[in-house]
């Protein structure tokens, strides 16, 4: 079985689309995603109904939960880039029937799914919806041990938009470091896909993974970041910083 893990769409149409297109030229069987699917990006309506359409697997992110209920812990930008998104699934883009269906499929998202020695969360096993595990963590030993005492074996995250590999030894390898790819063993592992539609790690391009008999690969993809930079500075309650950060990949 072939799938591809994908995680934190953003709202971002033109990386999904690339990321898809991608995906389809891979073989792949099923499309799992990892949460956020909207929050910060010009495209929450279409994306979710891309989702809906394929992903027969898709974990609660905390902005998809910010979506339904009082939101916490965001920082002013993301917080009306909230609202925002709100009014749009609220009112725009769709019949009636359409809008409850995002809605419903929103509040019917599970905060993980175990499938066999794979767990899929969006932010931590601790802390399903909210907890972050950046590389730098590598070096709190108590957090990577709590963390792994709830880890049975593979652990497929995202959240941190950074993608990588968490090691028992208490090691974070980037997809550099691993050549693109990395053998699940017998090793217990986190490992991080990366965002689609608004990487973190310096790298413009979108990220997912395949995962295919215990071997993870990444996948970089190019798309059209001005487009959707400049759909972002057409939006008054959209920040810039949103549409620059997808520039420089940050
Ligand atoms: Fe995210």
């Known amino acids: 079985m072939k799938r591809a893990l994908i995680s934190d769409i953003h709202a971002n149409l033109e990386a999904l689309k690339a990321v898809?297109?991608?995906?389809?030229?891979?073989?792949?069987?099923?499309?799992?995603?990892?949460?956020?699917?909207?929050?910060?990006?010009?495209?929450?309506?279409?994306?979710?109904?891309?989702?809906?359409?394929?992903?027969?697997?898709?974990?609660?992110?905390?902005?998809?939960?910010?979506?339904?209920?009082?939101?916490?812990?965001?920082?002013?930008?993301?917080?009306?880039?909230?609202?925002?998104?709100?009014?749009?699934?609220?009112?725009?883009?769709?019949?009636?029937?359409?809008?409850?269906?995002?809605?419903?499929?929103?509040?019917?998202?599970?905060?993980t799914h175990q499938e066999g020695d794979f767990l899929f969360v969006h932010g931590s096993a601790r802390e399903p919806t909210n907890e972050y595990v950046f590389p730098e963590d590598v070096y709190n030993q108590r957090k990577m041990e709590a963390l792994f005492s709830r880890v049975d074996k593979y652990c497929f995250q995202g959240h941190t938009h950074i993608p990588g590999v968490f090691t028992m030894d208490r090691e974070f390898l980037t997809p550099e470091d691993l050549g693109g790819q990395y053998r699940l063993g017998d090793e217990r592992v986190m490992i991080n896909v990366g965002s689609v539609g608004q990487p973190r790690d310096n790298d413009s391009r979108a990220c997912y993974a395949i995962i295919e008999d215990n071997t993870l690969t990444y996948r970089r993809v190019e798309y059209n970041v001005d487009t959707t930079a400049e759909k972002i500075y057409d939006i008054p309650d959209l920040d810039n910083m949103l549409g620059d950060r997808l520039r420089s990949g940050r």
Do not use: M
């Open 20 to 111: 898809l297109a991608d995906i389809r030229n891979q073989g792949v069987s099923d499309v799992y995603c990892l949460g956020d699917v909207i929050g910060y990006g010009p495209n929450p309506c279409e994306c979710l109904d891309e989702v809906i359409k394929l992903c027969p697997v898709t974990i609660l992110g905390n902005h998809d939960q910010a979506a339904l209920f009082d939101p916490d812990g965001f920082n002013p930008v993301a917080l009306q880039a909230v609202y925002w998104t709100r009014e749009q699934l609220e009112a725009a883009n769709g019949t009636p029937a359409q809008i409850n269906k995002r809605w419903d499929f929103l509040g019917e998202l599970p905060r």
